[in-house]
């Protein structure tokens, strides 16, 4: 149970990757400041989480079951919660999805966007009450460059991010009348079982309602490149969970929060060009005419990366 000075901190899907570092680091703050309850769909997937928890378990960590897709789990959670009382709410549970869209059933997309769009309206919709009454608390959403951006055979994964920046970029105005904080954790590429999932399902599929030419462009040209991305600009869950930390210890905590400086470039395409030429007609030219020299054109991109960019995101450091 957490001490009156601690603030309580929710946090969904912490199985793995970027949510089980985050309840890590929260947990084991140097000046127990906060208690930690760590929420996973199957608590069967615990023990990673548990032995990177070390003592903190059971002290400043506990874990609670929770499934952001189920009305009925998000309600019982937080029900299981100490008179309901969350200070900071992690949006951080997610799914991916990869490939050219005729191959993938409306089914599946929709799927995504109850995890990832619909999964943390329900969240908001559940703590968002109790932390109006209060007048206080920190609503993060784990979003995504492919929240602000478009990347090429990511369609579906992007849009459900879209959703999300414009849900909360609408709310956070509203919030703030009620002295609530809503902050967006925009994180690059990032070394978790996200990339092994996606590389798994894709290795497995066939794509079928996709031409040739398509699927070509997809498992030829695309994944080697992004695969390159990966390398050259991954960053590791303990870079976004610190990242997060001092979004959440800000006084004056900002929406928007980049993560990754190497990615400013590509991003601040869209914000240079209104009408969307230049960041289509880049990626256009980055994947299909430098797509074999990606890494030379990584290598640039970093190059390019001066210090002013890099004061524009958050450093882990
Ligand atoms: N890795 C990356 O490159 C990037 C990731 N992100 C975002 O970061 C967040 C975390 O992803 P990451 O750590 O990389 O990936 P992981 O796959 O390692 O973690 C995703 C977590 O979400 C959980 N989850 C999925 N569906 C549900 C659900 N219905 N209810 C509760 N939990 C669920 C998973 O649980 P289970 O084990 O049960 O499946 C897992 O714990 C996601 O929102 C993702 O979109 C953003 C930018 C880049
Ligand atoms: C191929 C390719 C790109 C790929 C970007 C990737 C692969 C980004 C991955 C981001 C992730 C994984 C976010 C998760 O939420 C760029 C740089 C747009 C340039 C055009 C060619």
Redesign the pocket.
């Known amino acids: 149970m957490a001490n009156s000075g601690q603030k309580v901190v929710l946090i969904?899907?912490?199985?793995?990757?970027?949510?089980l570092r985050i309840a890590v680091i929260l947990a084991k703050d140097e000046k127990s400041r906060y208690h930690v309850i760590a929420t996973?769909?199957?608590l069967k997937?615990k023990d990673k989480l548990v032995e990177a928890a070390g003592d903190a378990y059971g002290k400043t960590l506990t874990l609670l079951p929770?499934?952001?897709?189920s009305d009925e789990s998000v309600r019982q959670c937080v029900n299981n919660v100490k008179d309901r009382h969350i200070d900071i709410l992690i949006n951080?549970?997610?799914?991916?999805l990869l490939g050219p869209v005729e191959s993938i059933s409306i089914e599946e997309m929709k799927k995504v966007f109850e995890?990832?769009f619909f999964?943390v309206v329900r969240m908001i919709k559940e703590v968002m009450p109790d932390m109006k009454k209060r007048r206080s608390g920190h609503i993060i959403v784990?979003?995504?460059?492919m929240g602000l951006q478009g990347v090429v055979f990511n369609d579906v994964y992007t849009a459900s991010?879209f959703a999300m920046e414009g849900f909360c970029e609408s709310l956070a105005v509203q919030l703030m009348k009620f002295n609530i904080r809503l902050s967006m954790i925009e994180?690059?590429?990032?070394h978790?079982?996200?990339?092994t999932?996606m590389m798994e399902d894709v290795a497995k599929m066939e794509y079928p309602g996709a031409d040739a030419d398509t699927v070509r462009y997809f498992k030829d040209v695309y994944l080697p490149s992004s695969i390159d991305i990966f390398e050259a600009m991954g960053q590791t869950?303990d870079d976004i969970a610190k990242c997060t930390k001092k979004v959440i210890e800000s006084n004056n905590p900002r929406f928007r929060n980049l993560t990754n400086s190497l990615y400013t470039p590509i991003v601040a395409l869209k914000y240079a060009d209104e009408t969307g030429g230049l960041s289509v007609n880049t990626f256009y030219n980055l994947l299909f005419n430098f797509g074999p020299l990606m890494h030379i054109t990584m290598s640039i991109l970093k190059c390019l990366t001066c210090s002013c960019l890099r004061r524009r995101t958050i450093s882990p450091n």
Do not use: Q
Not at 142 to 145: H, P
Not at 192 to 195: N, P, V, Y
């Open positions: 969904t899907g912490c199985s793995s990757g970027i949510g996973m769909r199957d997937k929770l499934d952001v897709c951080n549970a997610g799914v991916g995890t990832n999964g784990m979003s995504s460059v991010k994180p690059g590429p990032v978790t079982e996200f990339e999932k869950p």
